[in-house]
């Protein structure tokens, strides 16, 4: 079984700061990971995906994560956040063959990044 | 391009009566099929889930119930809601070797 830890609840920088976002999960099988954005009052929109290949991944947005395998980790990062970057954030994971058995995501409980003029 | 509806995108409802709720994907087909439920300030868990047609399995039991009668169309139903049943209710597809793909969601209230 996999299981997700997002190490902040909540992330306050300043507009045109650096964030990083934490992710951690844990799993025996191969992983797929993601991060998603939700604005207020709307679904989750997919950030960006971390399916094989590269460990450095690039999403919409300006956003970019990178997968270690060692430290099972899966950070968020934006060199320069806007205001209206201001939204919850959530990492998932799934297991990498695991779409006939339902593709289930697992998601952490969230960060809300709040981005101050 | 694949999208995702939900309907309706608000509701309120007095405890104890029944509840639809529809999605509906376009644009891709035999996709697995999701119902999230998102309580105030927290996060996102896992209702039931498709892979196909008629096919529905439950990750919490409780007293809502899923249908999928075609393809692209998934349902949750409720025959009596209790005020634990409010929530933001979103829909999500995905295909083999990808992310999930949310709908707006419907807000639920009941009163």
């Known amino acids: 079984a996999q299981s997700v830890t997002q190490l902040d609840s909540q992330v306050p920088v300043f507009e045109e700061a650096p964030v990083e976002l934490r992710c951690n999960y844990s799993?025996?099988?191969?992983?797929?990971l993601f991060w998603y954005v939700q604005y207020p009052n709307q679904g989750l929109q997919l950030l960006l995906k971390y399916l094989s290949g590269s460990t450095l991944v690039k999403g919409i947005n300006g956003f970019e994560a990178e997968f270690n395998k060692s430290q099972t980790s899966f950070h968020l990062r934006k060199p320069s956040v806007h205001i209206s970057d201001t939204a919850e954030y959530f990492c998932?994971?799934?297991?990498?063959?695991?779409?006939?058995?339902?593709?289930?995501?697992?998601f952490g409980q969230g960060t809300e990044l709040s981005v101050k003029p | 391009s694949q999208t995702i509806h939900q309907w309706p995108a608000t509701l309120v409802q007095p405890v104890g009566s029944p509840l639809s709720l529809e999605c509906t994907v376009e644009g891709t087909s035999n996709p697995n099929l999701y119902w999230y439920r998102q309580a105030a300030g927290r996060g996102l868990q896992l209702l039931f889930y498709s892979v196909g047609i008629g096919q529905i399995s439950s990750e919490v039991p409780q007293n809502l119930s899923a249908s999928r009668p075609q393809d692209r169309q998934f349902i949750l139903s409720s025959k009596k809601l209790l005020l634990s049943d409010s929530g933001f209710y979103l829909c999500?597809?995905?295909?083999?070797?990808?992310?999930?793909?949310f709908g707006p969601g419907t807000r639920l209230t009941v009163t």
């Open positions: 998932a994971v799934s297991e990498s063959r695991g779409y006939n058995q339902g593709g289930k995501l697992i």
């Open positions: 799993s025996s099988v191969s992983v797929y």
């Open positions: 999500a597809w995905t295909i083999p070797g990808d992310g999930q793909y």
